[in-house]
């Protein structure tokens, strides 16, 4: 229970921003590492006497967080904690924030079948990183490279199965992929001259189907 | 394994002092009981379970790092 105290104090102050300096001192943390709940924002009250009532506030600390909770340093505390060490970097491009894992010297087990485990990983880096966001950032997570190999590995099969599907008039069909790696199928076929390509599928699995352009199917 | 899972959990809440792991050590696998505060339960569980099953799929390998075998129980 004392635990609990220590993680979340009530303050008092002529201002919120009294108060929630009070807190800081109390707590010995700096205004980043904190969650601030105002209670009261406080009255001067009418001749500064009549009225007046104190600011108050619930601060509460994000526990065990560091300086800040920037993304390289989470996804490092992360991996640590999973038992992982590696040189983590990020940037931010656009809405989104790219964070690149070196590698870990057990990348396979990060990545897992068809990149599943880096997939979950990224999921709750993102969750992590846009909790209490005002805007929804955008995440992506890569692992020695992972993403990239993948990229190219796509864009070799997308061109084997449209030279299969234009010389044999079939349509062929990829596994089952995810829907950021059918996307790079469907850019790679985009202006390809004889073959089209479209998904097949329910829900979260679905496949990418390449057709020669004059099957007539819509 | 425990300090991970806190450490997940205690980011995707909104009341992370009420996070609480407990640990159930077993010959072959460890099951580690969750448990958040009821309001928290859906930022654990994430649409159609897709948080659950992400912060499942990372305790198994860090378990798979480290030679063992580890379940995750959220309670509810």
Known sequence: MDEHRRNCI??????VGDAVGNALKRLGVEEDDVE?????EGSRGVFSILGSRQARVRVRLKIGLGPSSEPAELVRELLSAMGFSAEVESKDVQDATEITIGSTGADGLLIGKRGETLECFQHVVSKMLNRNASSWRHVIVDVGGYRKRREGQLM?????LAERASSTGQEVSTDPLKASERRIIHLALKDHPGVRSFAVGEGLVK???IGPKDTGRS | MKELIEYIAKRLVDKPEEVVVREITGERTTIFELKVAQED????IGKHGRTARSIRTLLSAAATKMGKRAVLEILE
């Open chain 1, 207 to 209: 496949r990418v189907v």
């Open chain 2, 41 to 44: 339960l859906g930022k654990i």
């Open chain 1, 36 to 40: 601030i709940e105002v209670l009261d």
């Open chain 1, 10 to 15: 009530e303050t008092e102050g002529k201002t």
């Open chain 1, 156 to 160: 070799k099969l997308a061109s084997s």
